[in-house]
Each structure stands twice: as C-alpha cells, then as structure tokens.
C-alpha cells in the first residue's frame, strides 16, 4: 500500500473546513479546490479574470510544495458562478497551460 501524506503550503490559502490543500498518495498528488483568494490576507482577487489567475498561482503553490508542477496535472475542473464568464476563464487558463496539451 503506498503512503499517503498531507501537503501544506503558507503560499497558498489555508485549508478552511476538513480537509488538505492536497494529499500525496505514492506518486499522485489530489489537490483541494482552490479560489481566487490571496494567501497572505485572505481577500478575493477583484474581478472573475483575476480570480482565476489566483486561483491557479495558488494551485501552483500547492504542487510546489508537493514536490510536483502544472506541466504534471492530468485533470482539472472549474466551477463558474456565471457561465457568461468562460471567456474570461478560459483566457487565464490557457496563457497557464498553454503547450502543455
């Protein structure tokens, strides 16, 4: 059975009910869900476009931490409060994983 620890970071948002920011199980890392947030204060980035590149920077964070990068992540999914945002999103998702198809 391979080993399963827990991944924290202070360069990311703190874990805020029962869970990790992300657990190591042998060679994967499943990281939490993450928002636009800014680690050090805890206030959400201004506006959905900003939100988003937080929210990745902070995922970014979080795979650091673990040893791990976004070249590595085989999955991700994004929940929008408002689907007329997908453009926006979409935009600060593919500058991040743009070549890493």
Do not use: C, H, W
């Amino acid at each position: 059975m391979s080993a399963r620890a827990q991944v924290e970071t202070n360069a990311a948002p703190a874990a805020v009910g029962p869970y990790s920011q992300a657990i190591r199980a042998g060679n994967l890392i499943f990281t939490a869900g993450q928002v636009g947030a800014d680690p050090a204060t805890g206030t959400l980035a201004d506006g959905v476009a900003a939100q988003a590149d937080r929210a990745l920077r902070n995922l970014t964070a979080i795979l650091d931490a673990a040893g791990s990068s976004l070249d590595r992540v085989t999955k991700t999914t994004i929940f929008l409060v408002d689907v007329r945002d997908f453009a926006a999103v979409n935009e600060v998702y593919g500058s991040v994983f743009e070549g890493m198809k």
